[in-house]
């Protein structure tokens, strides 16, 4: 059965061509039942650690990254967490770095 946006509830997927669409869909729609479970473990985390970047908590939660970066933009999206500072990366590159809402101390950061 071909997707439609409004069955996703919000998830995530795209994809250049049809058949790809589909299958990015089909993909979303089988993580549907897991997504508000590691939303709830996400914030934990980040409640716990108070500041953190992606890949921090791709690290601490042993998530993929993409998986990571739709569920913090949900997070932030919900109201529970935002951008706070910027941090040179791992990798060396500039990257954000979030904190539950309400805090704003940018030590201690994963980055």
């Known amino acids: 059965m ?3 946006s409004a069955e996703t509830g919000m998830l995530p997927f795209s ?3 049809p058949q790809s669409r589909q299958n990015s869909f089909d993909a979303a729609m089988a993580q549907r039942s ?3 479970a590691k939303k709830v473990k996400m914030l934990a985390y980040i409640r716990e650690h108070r500041l953190v970047t992606d890949q921090g908590l791709a690290e601490g939660l042993s998530l993929p990254i993409q998986s ?3 569920l913090r933009n949900g997070l932030v999206s919900d109201g529970l967490v935002r951008q706070v500072d910027k941090a ?3 990798y060396g590159l500039w990257v954000s770095v979030y904190a539950p ?3 704003g101390s ?3 950061h994963d980055g």
Request: aromatic share 4%; with cysteine.
């Open 88 to 90: 040179r990366g791992k």
């Open 106 to 108: 940018t030590e201690g």
């Open 101 to 103: 809402v309400g805090t």
């Open 68 to 70: 990571v970066c739709s």
């Open 15 to 17: 994809g250049r061509t």
């Open 2 to 4: 071909p997707y439609t």
């Open 34 to 36: 897991t997504r508000g």
